[in-house]
């Protein structure tokens, strides 16, 4: 694979490698058994595949951790990087029916809105705590809410 004249010259820091990373993110998909082979449109899984490599690269830079509760549950960690106040990081618990619904009343196609209303749900925060990341954790978070968009 050739190399992208705009990727940085040193690259970002570690964490963990590239297959554990990998690992998280198929552990993620397979939680809410999503198979992007499977998807509805060609346009939806080129999205996705494109999503998933991006978070596998927040996962190898320790920006997004999976737990496994005791309860079985899974819920992924998201380690904030920038300046957001005393939070230093967000955990979205397991996707249900109620946090989707909190996507309703939006219009289908406010697809921030919906993304942002989804996630604060699952974290647990209001939609001004998701609106108020900006930055790579933004990205982070919009990038994983495609995933559970998807469940």
């Not at 939609?127 to 954790?137: E, F, N, Q, R, T």
Request: proline share 3%; aromatic share 8%.
């Amino acid at each position: 694979m050739s190399k992208s004249k705009w990727a940085p010259e040193v690259q970002p820091q570690k964490k963990i490698s590239d297959d554990s990373a990998a690992a998280q993110v198929k552990e993620l998909i397979a939680y809410y058994s999503i198979n992007p082979d499977e998807l509805e449109s060609e346009d939806v899984r080129k999205a996705v595949e494109s999503g998933l490599n991006r978070l596998s690269s927040y996962y190898a830079r320790g920006f997004l951790e999976n737990k496994i509760g005791t309860d079985g549950k899974l819920s992924v960690i998201q380690y904030l990087q920038g300046n957001t106040g005393t939070a230093k990081e967000l955990s979205y618990g397991e996707l249900s029916g109620q946090h989707k619904v909190a996507m309703d009343g939006f219009d289908p196609k406010a697809n921030y809105q919906r993304q942002h209303a989804l996630m604060a749900s699952l974290a647990g925060v209001t939609d001004d705590a998701i609106k108020g990341l900006h930055g790579v954790d933004l990205s982070v978070c919009e990038t994983l809410a495609l995933v559970f968009l998807q469940a």
